[in-house]
């Protein structure tokens, strides 16, 4: 009983210390600085990333599904009187995306690269890697990512209708049945399956598979838990809408972008403190 408690007590001390030579290295290497430029840069290439990876899930039957669980994500993030413009607008987008030609296709990624582009340098800079890459490993870096993200929403598109079901098969013993509410928990895996893609395949060093995965983990849950403060705090306080008016999913979606990369950019910190640690 006393070693459990030991080592319960050198757990929490790890802990401890590990999170606040994160925060060191955040504040050092000022990454709210670079969470604002990354937040700038996310303005400009939100529409064509989410262009480029809706035209990539257009070829499946179930688009019009996924589209529309996407628009209901949006809605978390904005005022709900919002919602209608805003999805209006993205429908509009997507309707006129067959019609925008080669050249718009290519200005329309190379628009998305440039946020590639500046979270790449900016992790980079935290991972202290002096090693440069040719322009061409970082656009097929770009590329298999943009090809991992619709493929990680399909699969969990999949995996959430099939736990759906499975509350209808009533012949099936009971521990093989699944709540409705658990396919609400494949969203927080989501969460964590994309950012430890980003930490452990981004940086230009060799990234251990635990080290990305914790941080992932972490941040992952971190990211959640902002998305679903905001949107409480927009349905329990509508003080924002009556200073803003109609403009008022603008200050809210610029505070979700900047603490967004704020949380992204502390998983690389606490990435690289694992790094460092071991060495």
């Known amino acids: ?47 064509p990333l989410l262009t480029i990876i809706l035209l990539g899930l257009r070829r499946f039957s179930f688009y019009d599904r996924i589209k529309e669980e996407l628009f209901r994500v949006i809605s978390d993030y904005i005022l709900p009187e919002m919602t209608a413009k805003i999805v209006g607008y993205i429908e509009s987008i997507l309707e006129d995306t067959g019609s925008i030609g080669f050249f718009g296709i290519i200005v329309t990624i190379g628009i998305a690269f440039l946020l590639f582009i500046a979270l790449s340098r900016g992790m980079n800079h935290i991972w202290r890697s002096r090693r440069s890459r040719a322009i061409l490993y970082t656009f097929l870096k770009f590329i298999i990512i943009i090809v991992c993200v619709p493929a990680l929403i399909v699969a969990t598109f999949y995996l959430q209708n099939y736990l759906s ?43 251990k598979f635990a080290h990305a995965l914790t941080a992932g983990v972490v941040t992952g849950s971190l990211w959640y838990l902002l998305r679903r403060g905001l949107t409480i705090y927009v349905r329990v306080i509508p003080q924002i ?24 950019l502390f998983g690389v910190e606490l990435n690289y403190t694992f790094h460092s640690q071991e060495k």
């Not at 006393?2 to 955040?26: P, S, V, W």
């Not at 009556?242 to 704020?262: D, E, K, N």
């Open 241 to 264: 809408n009556v200073l803003y008016g109609s403009l008022a999913f603008i200050p809210i979606f610029l505070i979700w972008l900047y603490c967004t990369w704020v949380i992204v």
């Open 165 to 207: 079901f499975q509350k209808y098969l009533s012949y099936l013993p009971d521990f093989m049945k699944f709540n409705l509410r658990l396919t609400k928990f494949f969203s927080l895996v989501l969460h964590w399956v994309l950012l430890f893609v980003v930490y452990s395949f981004i940086p230009h060093r060799k990234v």
């Open 1 to 47: 009983m006393k070693n459990e408690g030991l080592r319960h007590l050198n757990l929490l001390i790890r802990i401890y210390r590990i999170t606040a030579q994160t925060l060191k290295r955040f504040i050092k290497d000022r990454c709210d600085i670079e969470a604002r430029a990354l937040s700038f840069v996310s303005l400009l290439s939100l529409v």
